[in-house]
């Protein structure tokens, strides 16, 4: 593999000191950009793309070529585990992904297989394989999945959920059932991006978008005990090189000291958190990534510049801080919004970095 020319993401992960904050985007490669909106109209399906590895390759790199960001990430969706365990994902046009098999009962969660990775997610890895050859060592490659609780909760559900009346009945009714899930799934996690950093990715990304709809007490049982299993399970260190490890869950501020113990190098904060607050809260312990309201990119890019410098601003001088948007950028958000907030951050990040 070629040698990274462009380490800023890596090293303020790691704390380590750096020129300018680096810059990416959660879903950078998206519905935002025209050319994604081409490729994936001639893969046919979402899950078509995903599976296709020269496809995926191509949309990871799509953002790369428009914007001067930090790092890649892969093309995939972090539904891929509970689907390779034979839930049969699907995509209703309109209403996000579905499972034909949700799990219900005790029976089929008892009978859910721990998935060969190998075999079953090759599909990924051997995307990860391509896009690393793809960058050729112009910035770091980003692979990920989604946490344990995250994954169960579209498992139990079988779709998106506003109310998790089904996965919150099992938590409460028969919370050693719904851990036993989430060990299988931990287990599966685990192996899915130990294998993406075998095929080749330099950082990961655990996702907890559902973490936030836990109750105080459940939160550290059901999410962050699982996330923690995870993290520990991972190969931290390839090539001489550690690997770093973030974690997000979208809503968690309220338990952000307890989240910095979970052994990651980073973890990801909401727009509902100020960076000052979040870092005078970790002490130092770990990197933050975030955090602008990805709604700020509906403004003009005026507003746009004001807004990053004030992200910046209060997360202050030092290395530690990775510049994202606190969620996913929107599929309606202009893609020179977006221009104009990767050099709002080249362009007022370097004076807290001298």
């Not at 839930?87 to 859910?112: C, K, M, Q, S, V």
């Not at 978008?209 to 059901?222: M, N, P, S, V």
């Not at 130092?284 to 602008?292: C, D, F, I, T």
Request: one cysteine or more; aromatic letters at 8%.
């Amino acid at each position: 593999m070629s040698q990274l020319q462009n380490d800023r993401f890596l090293r303020a992960l790691l704390r380590e000191p750096v020129d300018r904050t680096p810059v990416w985007i959660m879903r950078q490669a998206g519905r935002y950009l025209p050319e994604y909106r081409e490729v994936r109209a001639q893969a046919g399906s979402f899950m078509d793309l995903c599976r296709n590895a020269e496809l995926a390759c191509e949309v990871t790199m799509q953002p790369l070529r428009r914007f001067d960001l930090d790092a890649a990430i892969l093309f995939s969706d972090i539904l891929t585990v509970p689907d390779a365990m034979g839930l049969g994902l699907y995509f209703e046009p309109g209403e996000g992904p579905r499972f034909e098999r949700p799990l219900r009962d005790t029976a089929a969660i008892n009978a859910l297989p721990v998935p060969d990775v190998a075999t079953s997610l090759r599909y990924v890895t051997d995307a990860v394989s391509r896009i690393r050859r793809e960058l050729n060592g112009t910035v770091p490659l980003i692979g990920f999945s989604g946490s344990p609780w995250t994954l169960a909760t579209y498992m139990v559900e079988g779709a998106s959920s506003k109310d998790f009346r089904h996965i919150k009945a099992l938590a409460y009714d028969q919370p050693a059932l719904l851990e036993q899930l989430l060990d299988k799934t931990a287990r599966a996690v685990i192996d899915y991006l130990n294998a993406q950093v075998e095929a080749g990715a330099q950082a990961l990304m655990i996702f907890d978008t559902w973490g936030g709809a836990l109750a105080h007490d459940a939160y550290e049982r059901f999410s962050l005990a699982f996330a923690r299993q995870v993290i520990d399970g991972l190969v931290r260190e390839r090539d001489g090189r550690r690997i770093p490890v973030v974690f997000f869950t979208k809503g968690g501020g309220l338990w952000l000291e307890r989240i910095a113990d979970c052994g990651a190098d980073g973890l990801g904060i909401d727009w509902t958190l100020s960076l000052t607050e979040a870092r005078r809260r970790v002490g130092g312990r770990v990197a933050l990534q975030g955090n602008l309201d990805p709604s700020v990119l509906y403004a003009s890019p005026e507003v746009i510049h004001r807004e990053v410098g004030r992200v910046l601003a209060e997360f202050g001088h030092g290395s530690g801080h990775v510049f994202n948007l606190g969620h996913g950028v929107h599929p309606q958000i202009p893609p020179d919004h977006v221009a104009a907030m990767v050099e709002a951050v080249h362009a007022l990040s370097p004076r807290y970095h001298d």
